[in-house]
């Protein structure tokens, strides 16, 4: 794991030059889950974050179809059987430590359970939610 103060600072002007919205690197989620709200404009709320992540939008698969109603233990993807460690940070500490790496992944779970990407409101909800899960 890469933490902000290692570095090197071109990192930082590489990503403002690119458009890049979050930080390459987020030390914790709870950083992650900060750059969220301050992109929503308004603070995360779990309970909005645990309906988003378990309903269906229209699609084939909810987040729940592959992560699990609680996903805190192995899911599997749906569609090819694949499977995914576990979502919530308590359970997989290398969760939301690499905010490129979890910009990523949202927006291609979100395009494929909503059908567009999440809004940062959408994604601080969820992360708000996957943060109560403690061991």
């Given at each position: 794991?890469?933490?902000?103060?290692?570095?090197?600072?071109?990192?930082?002007?590489?990503?403002?030059?690119?458009?890049?919205?979050?930080?390459?690197?987020a030390a914790t989620p709870a950083e992650l889950l900060?750059?969220?709200?301050?992109?929503?404009?308004?603070?995360?709320?779990?309970?909005?974050?645990?309906?988003?992540f378990t309903t269906r939008h229209g699609r084939e698969w909810s987040c729940a179809s592959c992560h699990g109603e609680r996903p805190v233990q192995d899911g599997k993807h749906a569609g090819t059987g694949k499977v995914i460690s576990p979502l919530a940070p308590a359970f997989n500490p290398q969760r939301f430590t690499d905010?490129?790496?979890?910009?990523?992944?949202?927006?291609?779970?979100?395009n494929d359970v909503v059908g567009r990407e999440c809004t940062p409101a959408e994604k601080a909800d969820v992360l708000a939610w996957l943060l109560t899960f403690k061991r």
């Amino acid at each position: 794991m890469t933490h902000g103060w290692l570095r090197p600072a071109w990192v930082g002007w590489m990503a403002l030059w690119a458009g890049v919205s979050a930080p390459a690197w987020a030390a914790t989620p709870a950083e992650l889950l900060t750059t969220y709200n301050t992109q929503a404009g308004a603070p995360a709320q779990a309970a909005r974050g645990q309906a988003f992540f378990t309903t269906r939008h229209g699609r084939e698969w909810s987040c729940a179809s592959c992560h699990g109603e609680r996903p805190v233990q192995d899911g599997k993807h749906a569609g090819t059987g694949k499977v995914i460690s576990p979502l919530a940070p308590a359970f997989n500490p290398q969760r939301f430590t690499d905010a490129a790496k979890a910009d990523k992944w949202f927006r291609r779970n979100c395009n494929d359970v909503v059908g567009r990407e999440c809004t940062p409101a959408e994604k601080a909800d969820v992360l708000a939610w996957l943060l109560t899960f403690k061991r």
